[in-house]
């Protein structure tokens, strides 16, 4: 079955870029995804990145994608307080919609 | 801007007792999943349910799991023998197909029930 990992916190200064990086294990995932939790609320998906895809721009947001290694990473440009929150990465098991999850980075961002 | 709620926020029970967690997906959505979270721990898919049976489960979800779907608005989660490892938070979350008729990507989650057995 797929396995993601990724690490469990990242601290960063305001205005400072964050990368918070991924690895899963299933090649055949067509999609991977980017969840954000926030403090006492559900997981919201941030951004997704098909699996053809290399790269994925969203304004502060770009997602990069390296299938040789199954890795995938968020970078967030411009990081603000309010980005803190849990960051959960999800890649579905091959012909699957259901997302298999890591355990969430916590990105704490300081003033 | 539609939601998915969840009731209750917290739940204590003694290990051993029935507990039923309560969901209410978006209205228009057609597929519902029941995920947890152990402390600490990665979040876990548990089932999904469409067209009011379970498409798709879990290993964890074995015979002290059922979901049910009561009306047309509620979800439900039961564990009719609570054990101390069922502490975790659940989510529940809905989803509906996308514009080419096809599984929608993003699944909405509701801010989780935390229960805690004693």
């Known amino acids: 079955g797929e396995d993601v990992e990724q690490s469990l916190f990242l601290s960063v200064r305001e205005g400072d870029s964050s990368v918070i990086n991924c690895t899963y294990t299933d090649s055949s995932s067509t999609y991977l995804y980017w969840y954000k939790q926030e403090p006492g609320a559900g997981l919201q998906l941030l951004t997704y990145?098909?699996?053809?895809?290399d790269m994925k721009q969203d304004q502060r947001l770009t997602v990069l994608l390296n299938k040789k290694d199954k890795h995938l990473s968020l970078r967030i440009a411009d990081t603000q307080t309010g980005d803190s929150a849990i960051y959960f990465c999800a890649a579905p098991r091959g012909g699957s919609y259901i997302p298999t999850f890591g355990r969430g980075t916590s990105l704490i961002v300081h003033p | 801007e539609p939601e998915v709620t969840q009731t209750p926020s917290h739940q204590v029970t003694q290990m051993g007792q029935e507990v039923i967690l309560r969901c209410v997906p978006i209205s228009n959505h057609l597929y519902f999943y029941w995920y947890r979270q152990i402390l600490g721990q990665k979040v876990e898919f548990l089932v999904s349910f469409y067209n009011n049976e379970i498409s798709e489960k879990s290993e964890i979800f074995d015979d002290q799991f059922s979901v049910e779907r009561p009306d047309g608005s509620n979800f439900t989660l039961k564990i009719r023998s609570t054990k101390l490892e069922d502490s975790a938070m659940y989510f529940c979350?809905?989803?509906?197909?996308?514009?080419?008729?096809?599984?929608?990507?993003?699944?909405?989650f509701g801010p989780g029930t935390r229960l805690t057995v004693l």
């Open positions: 990145i098909f699996s053809n895809m």
């Open positions: 979350a809905s989803t509906t197909l996308g514009t080419s008729g096809r599984l929608g990507h993003e699944q909405f």
